[in-house]
């Protein structure tokens, strides 16, 4: 599947080196080390000669699609969004942005989900967490989609701290210890979270064309560009659990816990594969031998953040 590239931009996320030919809001390129990921337009005609004997994994009715081609490279689209290819081995992605699609949007579908193929097929293990700077340090907080990760992290970042990820969380283990890799400079809030934590107007962009959840943009002074050693995780209580909660509470995760909640908490979990499962397996058992992980609960209400946020950064000391 040959695509013709003009212009080339090379960036930095997640420790990876991104090259691209178009224009993303992510840093210039860094010698960033882990990995390289090659991301180029793509016309519709591409797509479509692409999934013509595809067998989709999704409902007919779902705005998400997803489907494994014949030569090992996984199509994904959402309505409304885009879609794209991930080449086997994860060293490519093709893309199209939809009509009507702003580029936040699609950039975070991009640096998101789609990405997230390619992290795997190249071995890594993404987690579904957000983390935050403290004191030179990263703290994560892990869970699944609407379990409040982001307005917890928008709670230290509305208190000077510094958002080092939002949503996907690439780490690496080393002799010198557990590090976290930078992210997008943005943070994904519902409208009322992002009103009540960063006052009005909450000016970002829709995430997509169903929901209110916001893409907000971050400057210098309000994200962190370079990788931090890992303090600490904190896996979120769901918040159907936490209702009659009258306050926060934190406790350790005993090991087997600990790795339990991470095989939980990757980034994704459509990739199944024998490869997969034992690279996931091994990952996730040293990140629990090495990282001390606690559960965190605390009732969802916006008032109870500034407690939590106290909370966490009192454990921490």
Known sequence: MGVAVTTRHRYCVYGLSIVSDMPLALPQYADAGLGEVECLLAPASFFRDAVNRATF??????????????????????DDVGEFVVSAGGRGIFCRREDGASSESFEVYLLGQALSFALVEQKFEPLHATAVVVDGEAVAFLGSNAFGKSSLAAAFVEAGYRLLTDDLLLLRTSENGTFVYPGPPRIKLFAKAARRLFGEPADGEPMNSGTDKLILPLDASQSCAEPVRLNRIYVLVPPRDTCRLDGVTISRLSPRDAFVALVQGTFNRRLVSASRLESQFGVMASVAERVPLKRLAYPRAFEQLQDVRRTVLADMH
């Not at 007919?60 to 030569?71: E, G, M, N, R, V």
Request: charged share 25%; aromatic share 18%.
């Open 57 to 78: 994994r999704s409902l007919d009715d779902s705005w998400y699609h997803h489907a494994t081609l014949p030569d090992g490279s996984t199509y994904v689209r959402w």
